[in-house]
Structures are given as C-alpha cells and as structure tokens.
C-alpha cells in the first residue's frame, strides 16, 4: 500500500506519467476504486474522466 494523497484512503498501482509530471493511481476514497491523477507540485488529485 502506497498513500500519495492526505486521505487514509488506500492508494495503488502509482505510477509516473511518461513526461513526469504526473502521478497516475487508484484509490478507493468514495468506497470504490477509481482511478486519479495529481500534479507532483500540487495537493490534490482529480478522478480520471
């Protein structure tokens, strides 16, 4: 388990994008699983749309 976000959610599967400014993950912090992406400069993560 890897947590890249402040929730006690539990983060997966995290990974760079492939220019590196990203991070790709999932997480189930609504109760399902889901997949985000955040900025590495920024605090929070959007779901992936």
């Given at each position: 388990?890897?947590?890249?976000?402040?929730?006690?959610?539990?983060?997966?599967?995290?990974?760079?994008?492939?220019?590196?400014?990203?991070?790709?993950?999932?997480?189930?912090?609504d109760g399902q699983a889901?997949?985000?992406?955040?900025?590495?400069?920024?605090t929070n993560a959007r779901r992936w749309e």
């Amino acid at each position: 388990m890897e947590n890249v976000t402040n929730h006690p959610a539990r983060d997966t599967s995290v990974s760079w994008s492939p220019a590196g400014h990203k991070l790709v993950f999932i997480s189930d912090g609504d109760g399902q699983a889901d997949i985000f992406v955040m900025h590495i400069s920024k605090t929070n993560a959007r779901r992936w749309e």
